[in-house]
C-alpha cells in the first residue's frame, strides 16, 4: 500500500515557477514508477510526466517539455515536478500516482497506475 500527498499548488501568474511535491508513504516508494497528471474544470485528467522507478526512462507531455521537470528522491520517498513558464492553460489540479508496469511506453495510461494523491491545485494568472 501506498499513501501519496501532493503539496506545493498555489497561485502564480504567467512566465512563473512552481515546485510541487508528492510525499509518499511505504518503504517500497523506490520500487514503483511515478506519474504526475492534471485535470483542468471540464476536461479530462491528462498526462504530465512519468518517471521510472531507477530514474532512468521519463516521459513528458508535448505540452509542457521543455518547461517542466519531474525528479525523485527514493531516500526521501519524495517525487517532484519542477514547472517553469508557466502559461494559463497549465492551471488545473495535479495528482501524483503510483504503479508498477511495463514497458514505459504505458507512463501515459491512468490505468497503469494504482495510487493516486488527492490533488493540489495550480493556479496561473494571466
Known amino acids: 500500500q501506498v499513501q501519496l500527498v501532493e503539496s506545493g499548488g498555489g497561485l502564480v501568474q504567467a512566465g512563473g515557477s512552481l515546485r510541487l511535491s508528492c510525499a509518499a508513504s511505504?518503504?517500497?516508494?523506490?520500487?514503483?514508477?511515478m506519474g504526475w497528471f492534471r485535470q483542468a474544470p471540464g476536461k479530462e485528467r491528462e498526462f504530465v510526466t512519468g518517471?521510472?522507478?531507477?530514474?532512468?526512462?521519463?516521459a513528458y507531455a508535448d505540452s509542457v517539455k521543455g518547461r517542466f521537470t519531474i525528479s525523485r528522491d527514493n531516500a526521501e520517498n519524495t517525487v517532484y515536478l519542477q514547472m517553469n513558464s508557466l502559461k494559463p492553460e497549465d492551471t488545473a489540479v495535479y495528482y501524483c500516482?503510483?504503479?508498477?508496469?511495463?514497458?514505459?511506453?504505458?507512463?501515459?495510461?491512468?490505468?497503469?497506475?494504482?495510487?493516486w494523491g488527492r490533488g493540489t491545485q495550480v493556479t496561473v494568472s494571466s
Open positions: 518517471m521510472s522507478w531507477s530514474r532512468a526512462s521519463t
Open positions: 511505504g518503504r517500497t516508494f523506490s520500487t514503483y514508477h
Open positions: 500516482a503510483a504503479g508498477r508496469f511495463s514497458p514505459y511506453s504505458d507512463y501515459p495510461r491512468s490505468q497503469s497506475y494504482n495510487y
